[in-house]
């Protein structure tokens, strides 16, 4: 009788042991697949961060690629410094301009009548950014985009504006 009551007693010692190792290897793999969805979700964000200002420019300039929609220049086309990017279109026979740039440490955007008086903090702020420089070449449009931890993303748009839309 003595011999059955040890050896269930050793029985259960060994399924709580059993149990507990298990316990600790599930602890052990939800606490790896956490870090590692941590750090998935980190790289993803990082990842959005740095294509998210080029690729709300690279849209603003398909949905405005007409003839003589797109430009670049200065500021007021002047020699300030800022680079902008000029989107015109008419809306009821007024002439509009867009203006993208890097002002203080923010993408802006300004829409206004097309010569009407602006200053370059009018703009409404879009996201964070160190800086921005556009150029054009033979109807080509880069997009340098450097945001605020320093990361540079580029882009160029061949820009259909000019071409005959018939097949």
């Known amino acids: 009788m003595k011999n059955r009551t040890a050896k269930h007693s050793i029985d259960k010692v060994f399924v709580f042991l059993l149990?507990?190792?298990?316990?600790?290897?599930?602890?052990?793999?939800?606490?790896?697949g956490v870090n590692n969805y941590k750090s998935l979700l980190n790289r993803n964000n990082e990842s959005y961060n740095e294509r998210i200002a080029i690729n709300y420019i690279a849209e603003k300039v398909r949905h405005n690629d007409i003839a003589g929609g797109i430009s670049v220049g200065d500021f007021?086309?002047?020699?300030?410094?800022?680079?902008t990017l000029y989107m015109y279109q008419?809306?009821?026979?007024?002439?509009?301009?867009?203006?993208i740039y890097c002002y203080k440490?923010?993408?802006?955007?300004?829409?206004?009548?097309d010569g009407m008086e602006v200053r370059p903090e009018?703009?409404?702020t879009i996201m964070k950014a160190s800086d921005l420089r556009f150029s054009i070449h033979s109807r080509q449009l880069s997009i340098q985009c450097i945001d605020e931890d320093g990361t540079q993303s580029d882009l160029s748009l061949y820009l259909r504006s000019g071409e005959d839309d018939t097949p």
């Open 19 to 32: 149990f507990g190792l298990f316990a600790i290897l599930i602890v052990t793999v939800l606490l790896l």
């Open 76 to 83: 007021f086309q002047k020699e300030d410094g800022i680079s």
């Open 90 to 99: 008419e809306i009821n026979k007024d002439s509009y301009v867009t203006r």
């Open 105 to 113: 440490g923010y993408i802006r955007e300004l829409f206004s009548l």
């Open 122 to 124: 009018d703009g409404n």
